[in-house]
Nanobody, 123 residues
Framework: QVQLAESGGGLVQPGDSLRLSCGSS???????MAWFRQAPGKEREFVAA???????YYQDAVKGRFTISRDNGRNTVYLQMNNLKVEDTAVYSC??????????????????WGPGTQVTVSS
């Protein structure tokens, strides 16, 4: 069983940066890790993923602004978010799973989820 917990959310202004962390109670090296987000009144959406080999995948809206990374030695995954926009406001959750490549953006392919951390971007 893997338990995940996110941290690093907060209230920032447009253009600011935040780094989210996702810590695990156990090893993550055999899992693909992903970040999803859900804004009020909207469906959960894929943000970014990193496979255990290090390949990364992003939603088009965050490419060039967000960077996902992992430190398997620390059982931690990060999401560096730069140039934040109001539309990035959401609850961000990390997830662990073993999806096939074609399904890496599919939330149903992930087994373990953290409770989420709120990111609010507002002027």
């Amino acid at each position: 069983q893997v338990q995940l917990a996110e941290s690093g959310g907060g209230l920032v202004q447009p253009g600011d940066s935040l780094r989210l962390s996702c810590g695990s109670s156990g090893p993550l090296n055999s899992y693909s890790m992903a970040w999803f987000r859900q804004a009020p009144g909207k469906e959960r959406e894929f943000v970014a993923a990193i496979r255990n080999g290090g390949h990364t995948y992003y939603q088009d809206a965050v490419k060039g602004r967000f960077t996902i990374s992992r430190d398997n030695g620390r059982n931690t995954v990060y999401l560096q978010m730069n140039n934040l926009k109001v539309e990035d406001t959401a609850v961000y959750s990390c997830a662990a799973g073993r999806p096939i490549l074609s399904a890496i953006r599919d939330a149903n392919m992930y087994y373990y989820w953290g409770p989420g951390t709120q990111v609010t971007v507002s002027s």
